[in-house]
C-alpha cells in the first residue's frame, strides 16, 4: 500500500482551513473531495501529521474525519497498521448495487403508499437538468445527477434509518464512477430512463414502477461492472 506521505498530489488538493467555523466539516470534506477525486488514491495510507499539517489543522480534527470517512464507506481503519482508502473489487461493487436496489425499492414503496405525489415534481426539475447534459456526454457530471436523481427519491420516502444506509452505498458508488470514468459509457437515454420512473411512480401501479426500478439499478450495476473490467 502506498503511504499518503509518498505522493504528492494530496498537496496540491488539500488547502489550509483557515477559519474556524464547522472545522469537522471542513476537515471531512476537504479529505472526502481529495478521495473521490482520487488525488488520494485507494490504498493509500492516512498518515495523521501530514495531512494536519498541510490543512492546518489538529491531528484530532483529522481523526475524527478519518473515522467518518470510515463510516461512509471510503476509508478502512486497520488496528495497529492505520487508515487506508478503501478499493473496492467488482465483487464489492455487486454488493452495493443490491443493497442499494433493496433500499430503494423500500424508499419506492412508502412514497406510493403516500399517495401524495405533489413533490415529484422535485424529479422532474433534475430530469430536465439531463437533457442538456445528455447532449454534453459529461460522464462525472452525469453521474452526479443521476445520483441526485436517486438520492431524492430516496428524501421524499422520509425514512431517516434507510436513507442514512444508502447514503453510504451512494458514496462508495461515486468513488467507484470517478476511477472508471475515462471507460464509463456514454449518458445517451439518462434522460429517458429517469423520465420513465417518474412516469411509472405517478401512474400508481406499485408492480410495474418496483419491476422498472430493480432494472434500472441492475442495468446501472452492469455498465459500472464493465466500465472496470476495462481498468484491470
Known amino acids: 500500500m502506498t503511504r499518503i506521505s509518498?505522493?504528492?498530489?494530496?498537496?496540491?488538493?488539500?488547502?489550509?482551513?483557515?477559519?474556524?467555523?464547522?472545522?469537522?466539516?471542513?476537515?471531512?470534506?476537504?479529505?472526502s473531495h481529495a478521495i473521490l477525486t482520487q488525488k488520494i488514491k485507494p490504498g493509500q495510507h492516512l498518515v495523521e501529521q501530514p495531512l494536519a499539517d498541510q490543512l492546518a489543522v489538529s491531528r484530532i480534527s483529522i481523526r475524527e474525519a478519518i473515522r467518518r470517512l470510515a463510516q461512509n464507506g471510503l476509508v478502512e481503519i486497520i488496528p495497529s497498521k492505520g487508515s487506508f482508502v478503501v478499493n473496492l473489487?467488482?465483487?464489492?461493487?455487486?454488493?452495493?448495487?443490491?443493497?442499494?436496489?433493496?433500499?430503494?425499492?423500500?424508499?419506492?414503496?412508502?412514497?406510493?403508499?403516500?399517495?401524495?405525489?405533489?413533490?415529484?415534481?422535485?424529479?422532474?426539475?433534475?430530469?430536465?437538468?439531463?437533457?442538456s447534459l445528455e447532449q454534453k456526454q459529461d460522464r462525472l457530471q452525469g453521474a452526479a445527477l443521476d445520483n441526485q436523481f436517486h438520492r431524492t427519491l430516496m428524501n421524499l420516502s422520509g425514512l431517516t434509518r434507510t436513507i442514512r444506509i444508502w447514503e453510504q452505498m451512494s458514496t462508495q458508488i461515486t468513488m467507484v464512477i470517478y476511477t472508471v470514468s475515462s471507460h464509463y459509457p456514454s449518458?445517451?437515454?439518462?434522460?429517458?430512463?429517469?423520465?420513465?420512473?417518474?412516469?411509472?411512480?405517478?401512474?400508481?401501479?406499485?408492480e410495474n414502477a418496483e419491476a422498472y426500478l430493480r432494472e434500472h439499478i441492475q442495468q446501472g450495476a452492469e455498465l459500472l461492472l464493465s466500465a472496470m473490467s476495462q481498468t484491470n
Open 6 to 31: 509518498e505522493s504528492n498530489d494530496w498537496q496540491q488538493t488539500l488547502k489550509p482551513i483557515k477559519t474556524q467555523t464547522l472545522l469537522a466539516d471542513q476537515v471531512y470534506e476537504n479529505l
Open 89 to 131: 473489487t467488482a465483487e464489492d461493487v455487486k454488493e452495493i448495487y443490491q443493497l442499494r436496489s433493496a433500499l430503494e425499492i423500500i424508499a419506492l414503496k412508502e412514497i406510493m403508499s403516500a399517495e401524495n405525489h405533489i413533490h415529484l415534481s422535485l424529479l422532474d426539475q433534475i430530469v430536465a437538468k439531463m437533457i
Open 187 to 206: 449518458y445517451e437515454g439518462l434522460v429517458e430512463r429517469h423520465a420513465k420512473l417518474v412516469y411509472l411512480i405517478r401512474s400508481g401501479n406499485y
